[in-house]
C-alpha cells in the first residue's frame, strides 16, 4: 500500500467536502420551479426545462442526509430539506400512494408508475434523513412506503419483488429500468436496492415484519440472483427466476459484494453473515480476475464471448473503491487493498473533473471524458461517489487507529 490509512483518508474528505458536495450545492438548485436542476451536460450548461427523477431527487436526500449526520454542517442540512420538502411537493402521489417515476420540470408528474426501484431509492433516503435529523416524519414516511411495498410490490409465491407496477399499483407491461434495461418481470439491479433501502430502515426502525422481509431479501439473493460459482448476478429475471440475461455487470457484482454484508452485519444474524462474507469475497474475487483493467480501472459490462463495453462509468469505479477495501478487511489479503488504492488513483486521474466539478460520466478507451455525458441527469447523481467517500472516511479511519 503506497498510501497511510490516514493520507488516503484525508483525500477521500477533501473530495467529498471540496468537490462533490461544493458541487451539488453551487450548481445544481433550480431557483426558478423548486429543487434541483435535471440535467447539467459536461460543459455546464443547464437545461432548464429537464425532467426531474425520482431517483435523481432521493438520491440527493441520501446525501446530503448522510453528509449532515456525518459532519452536522447547517448548509448539507438545508440542502437534504430542500430535497426532502420538494419529494414530498411534487414527486408524492396523494391519492394511490408512494412516489411518481418522473416529473416534469415545474413539477408536474411525467411518468406516474410506480418503479419499485424508485421506491427503495424513496425508502433509503428517508430512512436516512430521520437517522440524521430524528425527525418523526421522514421515519413515518419511509415505514408507509415499506409497507406499500410490501402490500403491491412483494410476490407472495415465488419471493422477491416485482419490477414496477401502475401508478394504481396494478400489474403493468412497462417494467423496465430504462431503455437499457430488459422489460422483465425481476431484476437484480431492483431487489439490489431494496436490499439497500430496507437496510438503511431497519438501522432505525427495528420493526420484526422489516427483520423477516431483509432477511428473506438475503436469502433470495444467495438463491436466485447470484450465481451457482458465487462470482456473479443474474441482471434480469422471470417471476419464476428463471434467468434472461447472460451479461456480466461488474460494477454491480463489487457494489452488491459489500452492500449485502453490510446488510448482514445490520440484522445481526452471524450464520447469515458467515455465508455472505463467503459469497462477497468469491465475488470480489471474481471482479479483480475478470473486470479490472491494467489501469486499475473496472469495466461496465461482459458476456460469455468478452467485453460488450470499454468505457468506464463513473458509479462503478465508486463502487470498486469501497468494494475491494471490504474485502481486505474481511480477508486480510493485500491484493484487495492494492486493487481499491488502484481504483482511487484511477478515479482521481480520469474521473474527477478537477477543473469544473464533480465526476465525468465515463471516459473512452483513451481514458477522455465522453463529450455528449451529462454531469446532471435522471441517472447522474451524487450518490455513488459520495457515498464512497463517505464508506472509506470510516473504514480508513478504522484501518489508521488499528495500525497505531
Not at 493520507?7 to 474528505?13: C, T, V
Not at 450548481?27 to 443547464?46: S, W
Amino acid at each position: 500500500m503506497t498510501k497511510s490509512p490516514q493520507i488516503w483518508r484525508n483525500e477521500m474528505e477533501a473530495e467529498l467536502k471540496n468537490n462533490i458536495l461544493s458541487f451539488w450545492m453551487k450548481h445544481t438548485l433550480d431557483d426558478k420551479y423548486g429543487g434541483f436542476v435535471g440535467e447539467i451536460d459536461n460543459q455546464m450548461n443547464i437545461n432548464p426545462e429537464a425532467g426531474k427523477s425520482l431517483v435523481l431527487n432521493a438520491r440527493i436526500l441520501w446525501t446530503f442526509a448522510s453528509a449532515y449526520r456525518m459532519y452536522g454542517n447547517a448548509e448539507y442540512l438545508t440542502m437534504a430539506e430542500r430535497a426532502h420538502a420538494y419529494l414530498l411537493q411534487y414527486f408524492t402521489d396523494a391519492e394511490y400512494g408512494g412516489y411518481y417515476w418522473m416529473v416534469d420540470a415545474l413539477g408536474a408528474p411525467s411518468e406516474r408508475k410506480k418503479q419499485i426501484y424508485g421506491q427503495a431509492f424513496a425508502i433509503y433516503a428517508l430512512a436516512e434523513f430521520h437517522h440524521a435529523t430524528g425527525r418523526q416524519d421522514a421515519l413515518d414516511q419511509a415505514v408507509a412506503l415499506f409497507r406499500l411495498v410490501e402490500q403491491y410490490g412483494y410476490d407472495p409465491l415465488n419471493k422477491g419483488y416485482i419490477e414496477a407496477l401502475s401508478e394504481q399499483w396494478q400489474m403493468t407491461e412497462n417494467l423496465s429500468l430504462s431503455s437499457k434495461d430488459m422489460n422483465e418481470k425481476k431484476s437484480m439491479n431492483t431487489h439490489l436496492h431494496v436490499l439497500e433501502g430496507y437496510t438503511g430502515l431497519y438501522r432505525v426502525w427495528k420493526s420484526e415484519e422489516l427483520r423477516t422481509r431483509l432477511a428473506e431479501l438475503i436469502e433470495v439473493m444467495l438463491l436466485h440472483i447470484i450465481d451457482k460459482e458465487g462470482k456473479h448476478f443474474h441482471l434480469f429475471l422471470d417471476e419464476e427466476w428463471n434467468i434472461k440475461s447472460d451479461h456480466i455487470s461488474y460494477g454491480h457484482d463489487i457494489e452488491g459484494s459489500w452492500l449485502l454484508v453490510e446488510a448482514a452485519e445490520v440484522l445481526g444474524d452471524e450464520e447469515l453473515l458467515h455465508r455472505v462474507r463467503s459469497v462477497a469475497l468469491s465475488m470480489a474475487e471474481a471482479t479483480l480476475a475478470e473486470g479490472i483493467d491494467a489501469d486499475g480501472g473496472i469495466w461496465n459490462e461482459a458476456d460469455s464471448n468478452g467485453l460488450l463495453d470499454k468505457n468506464k462509468d463513473w458509479w462503478p469505479q465508486a463502487e470498486a473503491i469501497v468494494g475491494f477495501y471490504n474485502a481486505y478487511q474481511l480477508s486480510g489479503d493485500p491484493r484487495f487493498r492494492d486493487a481499491a488504492e488502484a481504483a482511487w488513483t484511477f478515479t482521481n486521474s480520469y474521473m474527477v473533473d478537477h477543473t469544473l466539478g464533480e465526476w465525468f460520466w465515463a471516459v473512452d478507451e483513451s481514458l477522455q471524458p465522453l463529450a455528449h455525458a451529462s454531469k446532471v441527469s435522471a441517472w447522474k447523481c451524487p450518490y455513488h461517489n459520495s457515498r464512497a467517500c463517505f464508506e472509506m472516511i470510516g473504514r480508513l479511519t478504522t484501518t489508521s487507529k488499528e495500525t497505531k
